[in-house]
């Protein structure tokens, strides 16, 4: 069987769980915690990061941060994970899907200001497959409009848009770790990255249960307390030891992930050329990260054929987003904002082939012949 995908695993998280385990400390914020948040603070570079418990977890708190209030409007696609719409409707939102992009799948950004409302409150484009959203565009609309930009970046740790980290040009940003994103801290795990320096101190506070717990241990007051919402935002001292290992071995994983990714591009160009399927774009403003491979079928039909015929040779190839706004819960908390043209006609052609770290030549040449055999 080849599965979808494989959770990342270099070796080395075995000695970092290990240690984290004999140091005795386990919470969150732990000196695994900490080395991750450095990490991440020098190298994307971001004003200051936070682990969280999921990118779920990073968005709830990005929500309550810039203080959502019932009956305010959050803009983004349709198509995305629910959690991007759900962090926002918990404190009372309205979501507006905006189209997407048919290149990139990505939020059309000359759509965004037609949906702005005197309730609008935020933008937040979805990153997808790693490959950045038109960026200059949404940020001038968000600061002509005064709105804040939340970037769900869940799948765009080591990508960027014209020289900059995906995750850090909004006024906040979200990475996953969860095993199905190029890096994860052992399952489940996220990275709030606040950009705007007048979030730090609060974000703290949310992520700490509401108190100033973290300002307790930097000795700078002397006893914790109570002093706003919150909740607990903290990951554990063992998914920080995992992830260390992947933040040492980032450029190791994201070179392999670009090397299997060309694998496909380059064997099923001829595809492409003969105009069977239609491969994803990377704009050239956009380094990507070969966070998944997907192309187009023609149709939903062929799609559906084209999954049953590579699960009759043990490859699972799946597809991806309902589009929130064809779902129960999207139709009671959102709207969408002029036509679907091209979120639920894309997305029904929408195929994602077998990709993790350490998928080999000879596996990806079976999943490419399986593809040929079924065009022939
Ligand atoms: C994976 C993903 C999430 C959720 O990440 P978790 O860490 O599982 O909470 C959110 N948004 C997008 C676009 C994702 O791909």
Redesign the pocket.
């Known amino acids: 069987m080849i599965n979808f995908n494989r959770a990342p695993f270099v070796g080395t998280e075995l000695v970092f769980v290990e240690e984290a385990i004999r140091n005795g400390k386990l919470s969150g914020d732990g000196p695994f915690g900490k080395k991750c948040q450095n990490w991440f603070e020098a190298h994307l570079p971001a004003k200051k990061t936070l682990l969280t418990p999921?990118?779920?977890?990073?968005?709830e708190l990005a929500a309550v941060l810039v203080d959502i209030q019932p009956g305010d409007e959050i803009i983004m696609p349709s198509y995305?994970?629910v959690?991007?719409a759900n962090a926002f409707v918990l404190r009372g939102a309205k979501v507006v899907f905006v189209d997407i992009r048919p290149d990139t799948m990505n939020i059309d950004e000359r759509l965004i200001e037609a949906a702005i409302t005197p309730k609008t409150r935020a933008i937040v484009p979805?990153?997808?497959a790693g490959v950045g959203c038109e960026m200059d565009t949404i940020m001038d609309i968000a600061e002509r409009h005064n709105l804040y930009v939340i970037e769900?970046a869940?799948?765009g740790m080591m990508s960027n848009y014209k020289g900059k980290a995906l995750g850090t040009i909004g006024h906040l940003g979200?990475f996953?770790?969860?095993e199905?994103?190029n890096y994860t801290s052992g399952g489940?795990?996220?990275l709030l990255i606040i950009n705007d320096e007048k979030f730090k101190q609060r974000a703290e506070i949310i992520r700490e249960k509401g108190t100033n717990r973290s300002q307790f241990f930097r000795g700078m007051v002397d006893k914790y307390q109570w002093v706003d919402i919150g909740s607990s935002f903290l990951p554990s001292e063992l998914q920080a030891a995992y992830l260390w290992a992947q933040l040492e071995g980032a450029k190791l994983i994201n070179d392999a992930r670009l090397a299997a990714w060309k694998y496909y591009a380059e064997k099923l160009q001829p595809l492409a050329d003969m105009g069977h399927i239609e491969l994803g774009v990377v704009p050239k403003d956009c380094i990507h990260n070969a966070h998944m491979f997907y192309f187009k079928a023609a149709s939903l039909d062929e799609r559906t054929s084209l999954i049953e015929h590579l699960k009759h040779q043990d490859i699972h190839a799946v597809f991806h987003y309902v589009p929130l706004h064809t779902a129960k819960a999207g139709r009671d908390f959102g709207r969408f904002s002029g036509d679907d043209r091209f979120t639920t006609a894309e997305s029904e052609r929408l195929i994602r082939l077998p990709m993790w770290y350490g998928i080999d030549e000879a596996t990806q040449q079976q999943v490419v012949d399986a593809i040929i055999e079924f065009y022939r």
Do not use: N, R, W
Request: proline share 0%.
């Open positions: 999921s990118c779920t977890a990073a968005l995305t994970f959690s991007t979805v990153h997808y769900d869940a799948q979200a996953s770790f969860h199905t994103k489940e795990g996220g």
